[in-house]
C-alpha cells in the first residue's frame, strides 16, 4: 500500500542505489543539501546504467550525466560520472560532490544556467555557500 510521505522542513534522505565505498557519508551529504536551503531533499546515488537511463528518459540525453534535479525535491548523483571527473578536474571527490549536491539544490529553488547572466548568478550563489561550508570556489582555476 502506497502512504504519502510528508517531509519535514529542512529534512534530506540519502538513498544509496551503489555500493557506499568511495561515496560521501549521509551525514555530509545531507550538510551540503542544507547548506544551500532548508527545502525537503532526497538525494539518491546511482550508478551510470541509472543515471544514463533517467538522463535519456527525462532530458533525452543517452549518456549519464553528473547530477539531475528534479521539482519533486529529488536529486540524482551519478557516481562513476562525479567520480571521473573530480579525478580529471584535479579535485578532491568530497569537494566536487559538496559542489554538486548544493547545485542540484539551488536548481530546485530555481536558478539556472542556461542564459550567461543566470549562469553567473548561479555560480555566484554556489561559491558563497561553499566558501560558507570551507570548500574551495570548483570555478577557480589553479
Not at 502506497?2 to 551503489?18: E, M, P
Not at 551529504?29 to 544514463?52: F, H
Not at 579525478?87 to 542564459?115: D, F, T
Amino acid at each position: 500500500m502506497l502512504t504519502k510521505q510528508t517531509r519535514r522542513k529542512n529534512s534530506v534522505t540519502v538513498q544509496y542505489a551503489v555500493p557506499r565505498r568511495g561515496v560521501p557519508t549521509a551525514a555530509l551529504l545531507r550538510k551540503w543539501a542544507r547548506s544551500a536551503s532548508s527545502t525537503p531533499v532526497t538525494l539518491r546515488i546511482v550508478d551510470e546504467p541509472e543515471g544514463r537511463a533517467l538522463n535519456r528518459r527525462f532530458r533525452k540525453v543517452d549518456l549519464a550525466t553528473n547530477v539531475l534535479s528534479f521539482h519533486t525535491g529529488d536529486i540524482v548523483l551519478c557516481h562513476p560520472v562525479i567520480r571521473r571527473e573530480a579525478q580529471v578536474q584535479g579535485k578532491r571527490l568530497a569537494a566536487h560532490y559538496a559542489h554538486l549536491v548544493v547545485h542540484g539544490v539551488l536548481h530546485l529553488r530555481g536558478y539556472a544556467h542556461e542564459k550567461k547572466r543566470d549562469a553567473a548568478r548561479m555560480e555566484a550563489r554556489e561559491i558563497r555557500i561553499l566558501r560558507r561550508i570551507g570548500v574551495r570556489n570548483p570555478y577557480a582555476v589553479e
